[in-house]
Every structure is written in C-alpha cells, then in structure tokens.
C-alpha cells in the first residue's frame, strides 16, 4: 500500500458527461501529479500540483482540470467526454516537487466512457 | 521531441536467469532516471534511482546502469523469479517526468 488514496476505483459514464476523480496524497506529500494510461499510450503526465500552486503541465485536454486543496488533496475534473477518455487515470505523490523525488501512486481510477 | 523506448514490449525468460531489460532516450540529458514496476492494473512502484554521475546502482538482486554519452540505461534482475514477471517502466529524470512504455517481462519456471 502506497499510502495514496484514489476514488473512485471504477466510474463508467457516457460520452459527453463530466466526472470528478479524486486524489489523496500520503501523508506529509505536498506533490499531486495525474497521469492517463491507456493500452496504446503508456502513462502519460498531466499535470502536477505543488501545496495548492500548479507546478507542471503536460499534454493535458483542455476539456481536463485539476486543482489541489488547502488540505492537499486534488481533484481531477473531466468534461465533455469523449469515447477515447477511457482510460486508467493515477495519482502519484511525492515530498517535494522535483521530479527527482521517488513518486508514491495511487490504485488509480478506471474510467469507462460508453 | 524527447523520445524514450525500451527495448521490446515483452520479454520471456527462464527463472534462475537474469533479465536484461534496456532503456534508450534522445534529445535530452537527464541528470537522473528512474525505473518502476508496474502489474495488470495497479499503479506503477519506485524501484531505484540512478544519478548521472553514478554508473551502476545495486538493490538486492536489481541492478541499474546509466550510460550518458550513449543514452541508454540498462537494468538486470539476477535470478529472476516468476514473482518478478510484471512491467517495467524507465523513466529519465526531466520536469515533468515522462515515462517510456514499458517492457512487459515473464519469468518462466
């Protein structure tokens, strides 16, 4: 157990729709990073948070957001979904904000978009 | 672009034998990579870190090389194990850090 905290672990919705997954960092972690795995893709970043401030960005959708909280924790919002959003979406943490920094990953979440 | 690949998707290999798997980048220069294990749907786990002034890195029966005039990390399982069958990802330090698609291996008993 990593100690990072994903929910939900499966979510199946429709295309079009909007979906809100959710992360928890372990304990003491102020890095949030979201990454999208899918067959063909591999892992893929997209975005990461340092104590509540964006830090990074990759080929993140602009139909995608994040934000993480006074508490740490962080959301990833998904809207206007399309069929090619499904996916295995993780969250990862780590101290401090480099990438340097060993990443600790979430469970993940398992979004289906029919 | 940077451009990360690792030397085949899967890789199949006798238990007792060691496992090779190869990670080659271009159009960067990281000061440090990173390899984690990852199985069917679980999250991806830290394995070992290797600077770039630091050749070989050893864990138990893991061993990583870091080659940065070729661009190329290797990294060896010694007396792999069927419990080592899982996929492997490289992942060569930048910011963000961006991860190669991994090698899939089975250790075969």
């Known amino acids: 157990d990593s100690g990072v905290t994903q929910t939900p672990k499966h979510l199946i919705t429709a295309t079009g729709q909007r979906v809100t997954l959710r992360c928890s960092p372990r304990?003491?972690?102020?890095?949030v990073y979201w990454y999208q795995q899918s067959l063909d893709q591999g892992l893929q970043f997209l975005i990461q948070?340092?104590?509540?401030?964006?830090?990074a960005k990759g080929n993140i959708l602009e139909r995608f957001s994040a934000q993480q909280f006074p508490d740490l924790h962080s959301e990833l919002n998904l809207s206007s979904l399309e069929l090619g959003d499904s996916a295995l979406y993780f969250c990862a943490s780590s101290e401090l904000a480099g990438t340097y920094n060993e990443q600790f990953f979430g469970p993940g979440t398992r979004l289906t978009v029919l | 672009s940077q451009k990360i690949e690792q030397n085949s998707e899967a890789l199949n290999i006798q238990e007792g034998k060691t496992a090779t798997l190869t990670c080659n980048y271009t159009?960067?220069?990281?000061?440090?990579l990173q390899w984690y294990r990852q199985d069917p749907g679980r999250g991806p786990v830290f394995l070992l870190l290797?600077?770039?002034?630091?050749k070989e890195k050893r864990k138990e029966r893991l061993k990583v090389t870091f080659d940065t005039t070729l661009k190329q990390s290797l990294f060896h399982i010694t007396a792999s194990q069927p419990a080592d069958s899982a996929t492997y990802l490289c992942a060569p330090g930048n910011t963000p850090l961006v991860f190669g698609k991994g090698t899939r291996l089975s250790v075969i008993a």
């Open positions: 304990s003491g972690d102020l890095s």
């Open positions: 290797i600077r770039e002034n630091e």
């Open positions: 159009n960067y220069s990281p000061a440090y």
């Open positions: 948070y340092y104590n509540g401030e964006e830090r």
